[in-house]
């Protein structure tokens, strides 16, 4: 199995102070840790457990300058096998069809079987680069990948629908699969792996070498345009839930589990 | 002068970071710090990863890199929880003098099993009457003709009741003058006959590493377990405390940092009169002094962990940075307990059990008395 993970530096938003550009298009990232995207960790690490079971490479790309070679990094140490950036000075701005294109240009040079990206990305959370890298290759794709078992030219994936549904598909290789969390347990980066990619070339590719003519992706090339970011008002739909501690105990449980949140 | 990390330095930080929130589970912590016992199940997977015995030569089981990459695994550790970061630091404590003098067997022996989490090591030093003051030993090893026999009693042994060897200092030449240059190091494994050690009782911080006393009854060992040079003990033991204070200064810095994330941290949610705790410029100054003292003291560790590594031994800069380190963790915790008030005087909170775990690194491997005599001594010139 070849397969090609693509990956993402985005600021840890999880825990901090997330504070609104005075242009009002973006947050304030100067103060913000910066990691691999959480969705994409899982990403590698099933491309991983595959290439384990099943043999094969993995090769990890992200469009990114040069600071985000750490995350590429990151990946090898864990047990990727290449990783290749794209220079993302062009990319300044993307939306997710500008970086689609980007990626098509690597997933269409080399014989992938298998395409894995993150369900979404923790900054702009599209959840679209995916589905839409399958539609330019014409390669079956399914989101929100929750189990992955390689068969005979072929992958059956478990999906996570609403309501705590699962749907189990069968697709034809090549496909796209966009992984959500939780997937697998991610294997922490060790000293050894650090030390086995410490000597490890990085090429970074321009745009004419993933084929697109200079122009074809940034912000001048999008579809999407954010028009601006914004912080929700403080939500006064509060439902005050009264009775005895067994009574509320027995409501919340029948929310949690309308919405999905228990089995 | 470059003051940046190497990429390969900065991915370590990062690792060592990430292995720590994924695994230093604070009511684990609490659990082991009431139990007073060692987080075995989390420093077995610290091994095997690489983490512990980072600075061992690669052909004896470990990644052949520096005190200096050692002391950043230490500090991010101690940043995420005091107690985990403390007892996992001091896993392989004293293995370092079988590194730098034992024969190669004895590292054969020992260093890859420390790196691998099949062996923890414990350096005997101090007696119940030289603690700060080791040029003599009561502790005596006699040579006889089919090995060593040891008699005599050493207190405050970190790792004591769980290792599985020891480095001992013992009196072999009665007669020498001055009395340290009849002291030599000798090796003692867990269960020899004659061994006992037990826990020193109930310790304000530290709790999940093991202190304890440890005897020696008629110990026999073979007369190979000698580490180093006869009658170097004292010298060997010196040389090796400038090489731990690095380390010991990590935690310190590593203890103080992460007591000031978690004060900044609730220094920004807590409302008083109005306004935030950090919206008062009382809280501000106190944020403002813990962050100097906290990069003052980092800067001079690395700085003592990086000359270690360059090949020098200067005892004035690494009891510079573990007396500048310990101080430093002692006053930031303090703060920190401080900002979060009473909150902050609770176990729950971990400031608490940070400020606890603060306080020994103005103690062991030299207290900060005896690191000012050093730093005195070489600045005088003292004979």
């Not at chain 1, 959480?38 to 992200?62: C, F, L, P, Q, S």
């Not at chain 2, 380190?325 to 609770?346: C, H």
């Amino acid at each position: 199995m070849e397969i090609l993970v693509c990956v993402k530096k985005v600021p840890d938003t999880a825990d901090a102070e997330v504070i609104l550009r005075p242009d009002g298009k973006g947050i304030k990232e100067d103060d913000l840790a910066f990691g691999i995207n959480e969705w994409d960790n899982y990403a590698v690490e099933e491309a991983i457990r595959i290439k384990e079971a099943h043999g094969g490479r993995v090769t990890v790309v992200t469009i990114g300058v040069s600071d985000s070679e750490d995350v590429l990094r990151r990946c090898l140490a864990m047990g990727a096998d290449d990783a290749i950036m794209i220079d993302g000075g062009p990319f300044a701005g993307s939306d997710p069809y500008g970086i689609a294109r980007g990626l098509r240009g690597i997933a269409a040079a080399r014989a992938y079987d298998l395409v894995l990206a993150g369900a979404q990305a923790g900054d702009d959370g599209f959840g679209m680069v995916g589905p839409v890298l399958a539609g330019y290759l014409g390669w079956s794709h399914a989101t929100l990948v929750t189990s992955v078992s390689v068969e005979d030219g072929k992958v059956a994936v478990t999906r996570e629908l609403e309501g705590g549904l699962e749907e189990r598909l069968r697709l034809a290789l090549p496909a796209v699969l966009t992984v959500q969390t939780g997937i697998n347990e991610p294997r922490y980066v060790s000293i050894m792996g650090i030390r086995k990619v410490r000597s490890k070339e990085i090429p970074v590719l321009d745009l004419a070498k993933v084929g697109l003519a200079a122009g074809s992706v940034g912000e001048n090339a999008n579809v999407l345009r954010r028009i601006a970011l914004s912080v929700p008002p403080a939500g006064k739909e509060a439902e005050m839930i009264k009775g005895t501690p067994a009574e509320i105990a027995r409501k919340i449980l029948d929310i949690v589990r309308e919405r999905g949140g228990v089995g | 002068m470059d003051f940046e990390l190497t990429k390969e330095q900065k991915d370590i930080k990062q690792a060592a970071r990430e292995f720590a929130e994924g695994e230093f589970d604070k009511d684990l912590a609490i659990k082991h710090d009431k139990e007073h016992s060692f987080p075995r199940s989390v420093w077995k997977k610290a091994c095997e990863l690489g983490f512990v015995g980072i600075h061992f030569p690669e052909e004896f089981g470990g990644q052949g890199l520096g005190v200096f990459e050692n002391v950043l695994v230490v500090e991010e550790f101690c940043r995420k929880d005091s107690g985990f970061g403390t007892a996992l630091a001091l896993s392989d404590f004293a293995s370092e003098i079988v590194m730098r003098h034992g024969s190669r067997d004895q590292k054969a022996k020992y260093l890859p099993a420390v790196s691998s989490g099949a062996m923890i090591s414990a350096g005997c030093f101090t007696e119940p009457n030289h603690g700060s003051d080791i040029t003599g030993m009561d502790t005596a090893a006699v040579k006889e003709k089919d090995g060593w026999s040891i008699n005599g009693t050493k207190t405050f042994i970190t790792n004591g009741t769980i290792a599985d060897f020891y480095i001992v200092l013992c009196q072999t030449d009665q007669a020498a003058k001055p009395s340290y240059r009849g002291q030599s190091l000798i090796i003692v494994p867990k269960g020899a006959s004659g061994l006992d050690a037990a826990e020193v009782g109930d310790k304000m911080g530290i709790r999940m590493t093991s202190t304890a006393e440890v005897s020696f009854s008629g110990v026999k060992v073979p007369l190979e377990n000698l580490v180093g040079e006869e009658g170097k003990g004292f010298y060997h033991v010196l040389e090796f405390f400038d090489e731990s204070r690095a380390e010991i200064a990590s935690t310190a810095v590593g203890i103080a940092q992460g007591a000031f994330d978690r004060a900044l941290e609730y220094s920004k949610q807590r409302q008083q009169f109005g306004q935030r705790l950090a919206d008062f410029q009382a809280t501000q100054h106190k944020l403002a002094d813990m962050a100097t003292w906290i990069e003052a003291a980092r800067l001079l560790t690395y700085k003592a962990a990086w000359n270690f590594d360059q090949g020098r031994i200067d005892p004035k800069l690494t009891s510079m940075a573990k007396l500048y380190a310990g101080r430093t963790a002692v006053l930031v915790t303090d703060e920190a307990v401080q900002i979060l008030g009473g909150y902050g005087y609770i176990l729950e909170n971990e400031v608490e059990r940070y400020y606890r775990d603060a306080k020994i690194t103005e103690i062991y491997e030299g207290t900060k008395e005896i690191q000012k005599n050093t730093i005195a001594g070489a600045l005088i010139k003292k004979k």
